[in-house]
């Protein structure tokens, strides 16, 4: 079983600096006290980031493998979060935009799939406690 470890520190305020597994640091939180305010990333914003950032490694390789030339790729992902504590997520909209000459429909459509069903680590994690709804479209670059 793969095992590694993040770390985050506490500066001040509500910011904090993490670092993945290798040490690369990541600004994460606010500080509303200083002037000017220290914006970083918002927690909950990560996982979303973590979500799609996941499935996109695994779809552009796969899309590779496949022999499908992407000259643009996007993801986005729209999360409902409930207005009360805990504040989870209730549905995350993921939407993929490739862009590519003669991109095959069926092989994009197989590459999504097999991401979201079975590679994405953080999907998996994700999906049991929130509905994730996916779209795709081409577009010829």
């Given at each position: 079983m793969a095992q590694g470890t993040v770390h985050a520190k506490w500066v001040e305020g509500d910011l904090f600096v993490g670092a993945d597994r290798n040490g690369r640091p990541l600004l994460i939180g606010h500080d509303d006290r200083r002037e000017p305010a220290w914006n970083a990333v918002k927690p909950s914003d990560l996982l979303m980031l973590g979500m799609i950032a996941c499935s996109g490694l695994d779809v552009v390789d796969i899309l590779a493998k496949q022999h499908q030339h992407l000259s643009d790729f996007e993801i986005s992902a729209t999360?409902?979060?409930?207005?009360?504590?805990?504040?989870?997520?209730?549905?995350?909209?993921?939407?993929?935009?490739?862009?590519?000459?003669?991109?095959?429909?069926?092989?994009v459509q197989r590459a999504v799939d097999l991401s979201e069903n079975k590679?994405?680590?953080?999907?998996?994690?994700?999906?049991?406690?929130?509905?994730?709804?996916?779209?795709y479209r081409i577009e010829e670059a």
């Open positions: 999360g409902d979060q409930s207005d009360e504590p805990p504040y989870a997520f209730s549905k995350i909209q993921i939407e993929y935009v490739f862009r590519g000459d003669h991109l095959n429909p069926a092989l590679y994405c680590s953080v999907m998996a994690t994700v999906r049991p406690g929130c509905e994730i709804i996916t779209h």
